[in-house]
C-alpha cells in the first residue's frame, strides 16, 4: 500500500530513529547521499532500496523515487523527522481506502532545546508529506492531515552541524547556477532571515529558545554565502 521514501545526506545520527517510525510502510526508499555504513545498520521488515543522488531538489528527488515506488501512496519525509504513532494510523487508514486519490500535507511538531516551539514559523506552516501516484503533480489536490510530523532534536551541537550541511548544499546549488555572494548577501540575508523567523513569524512569542533558533536560522544563510564565497576561491 505505501512506498516511504526518506531524503538523506549521511544522516547516520539521525535516519535510524526516521526509519523506526516508518514501520508501517510496505517499503523503504532511502535517496540522496549515503555512507556506506549505513547501508549495513539499516534494518526494517520490509523491502529496503538505496538510491545515490548528487541533487538536492526535494521535487527531483520526489521523481526518483516515484520511478521507484511499488506502491500507490508515497511519503515523503526528511531523515530528520519521524512519524508518530497517530499521524500513523491517520496515513494507513487514506491508503486502505480505495476511493481516496490526491496530495495530503501536513504541520511540524518541533521540541528546540526541551521546549515545543509553537510558533518560530511553525504555526501555520504544512508541508507535503503523503502523495498518490495518480496525482503526484496535482498541487490542486492538496489536503491536510489532522496530526503532526515530527522533526527530531538530538543536541545543540548535532542540529548546528545539520544545519551546516543544509548551508553547504545550497551553496553547492547557487555555485551551479553561477550566482556570485556579495556583501550584501553577507549582511542583510542573514539579518532578515533572524527578522523574519524572530518577528514575522512569531519565534519571539517562544521565548529565548525562539531567539537561538532564529540566530541558528540566520547563521545558516551567513554560512552558506560564506561555502560559496569559498567554492569561487578553490578554498576548502
Not at 93 to 104: F, K, P, Q
Not at 226 to 233: A, E, G
Request: with cysteine; aromatic share 16%.
Amino acid at each position: 500500500m505505501i512506498s516511504a521514501f526518506v531524503i538523506s545526506f549521511d544522516d547516520y545520527d539521525y535516519i535510524k530513529e526516521c526509519i523506526s517510525s516508518l514501520d508501517f510502510a510496505d517499503e523503504i526508499i532511502i535517496v540522496g547521499k549515503i555512507d556506506p555504513e549505513l547501508r549495513s545498520n539499516i534494518i526494517h521488515k520490509n523491502t529496503v532500496q538505496f538510491v545515490e543522488s548528487e541533487s538536492l531538489d526535494y521535487n527531483v528527488l520526489l521523481m526518483e523515487a516515484r520511478s521507484k515506488a511499488s506502491h500507490e501512496w508515497i511519503i515523503g519525509i526528511e531523515a530528520d523527522h519521524c512519524i508518530s504513532k497517530p499521524l500513523a494510523e491517520e496515513i494507513t487508514n487514506i491508503a486502505s481506502n480505495t476511493n481516496l486519490e490526491g496530495n495530503y500535507k501536513v504541520k511540524t511538531r518541533f521540541k528546540f532545546m526541551g521546549k515545543i516551539l509553537n510558533f518560530s514559523g511553525y504555526r501555520t506552516s504544512y508541508n507535503s508529506l503523503l502523495f498518490h501516484k495518480n496525482s503526484i503533480t496535482n498541487k490542486r489536490a492538496t489536503k491536510k492531515l489532522k496530526h503532526p510530523i515530527e522533526k527530531l532534536y538530538l543536541d545543540f551541537d548535532r542540529y548546528n552541524k545539520r544545519l551546516t550541511k543544509k548551508a553547504k548544499q545550497k551553496a553547492s546549488v547557487l555555485y551551479n547556477n553561477k550566482r556570485h555572494p556579495n556583501f550584501f548577501n553577507f549582511l542583510f540575508n542573514p539579518l532578515w532571515k533572524l527578522k523574519q523567523t524572530f518577528i514575522f513569524k512569531l519565534g519571539f512569542l517562544d521565548g529565548k529558545e525562539g531567539f537561538v533558533f532564529a540566530y541558528l536560522i540566520a547563521f545558516k544563510e551567513f554560512k552558506t554565502y560564506l561555502f560559496l564565497w569559498l567554492m569561487y576561491r578553490n578554498i576548502e
